[in-house]
Nanobody
C-alpha cells in the first residue's frame, strides 16, 4: 500500500498563488507517475498535471503556463505550484500516484484538499 498525504490549499483571490504538496509513504518502490487531479463542484475528476519518474511532465490545457509540477524522488514528494489562479480552478485537488506491481498498474489517491479561488 501507498499512503499519500497532501498539504496546502485554501482560499485565495483571483490572480493569487498557492502551492500543494504531497508526500508518499509505504510501499513506494515502483511508483512511476505522480500528479494531481481535481474535481470541481458538480463535475467529474480531471487530470491537472503529472510527472513521471524521469521528469517528463504533462499538463491539462487549462493550466498550462500557470501551473508547474515538481518531484523529489529521494523524498517521494510531489508539488504543484499554482499561479494566476482563476475562479474556475476552484475544486478539491487530489494527489495521485501510479505504481506498477507484477505488471499491473495500481492507482493511489490522497484524501483531497480544497482550493477555493474568489473573484
Amino acid at each position: 500500500q501507498v499512503q499519500l498525504v497532501e498539504s496546502g490549499g485554501g482560499l485565495v483571490q483571483s490572480g493569487g498563488s498557492l502551492r500543494l504538496s504531497c508526500a508518499a509513504s509505504g510501499s513506494i518502490s515502483g511508483i512511476n507517475a505522480m500528479g494531481w487531479y481535481r474535481q470541481p463542484p458538480g463535475k467529474q475528476r480531471e487530470l491537472v498535471a503529472a510527472i513521471w519518474r524521469g521528469g517528463i511532465t504533462h499538463f491539462a490545457d487549462s493550466v498550462k503556463d500557470r501551473f508547474t509540477i515538481s518531484r523529489d524522488n529521494a523524498k517521494n514528494t510531489v508539488r504543484l505550484q499554482m499561479n494566476d489562479l482563476k475562479p474556475e480552478d476552484t475544486a478539491v485537488y487530489y494527489c495521485h500516484a501510479n505504481r506498477v506491481v507484477g505488471g499491473s498498474n495500481i492507482d493511489y489517491w490522497g484524501q483531497g484538499t480544497q482550493v477555493t479561488v474568489s473573484s
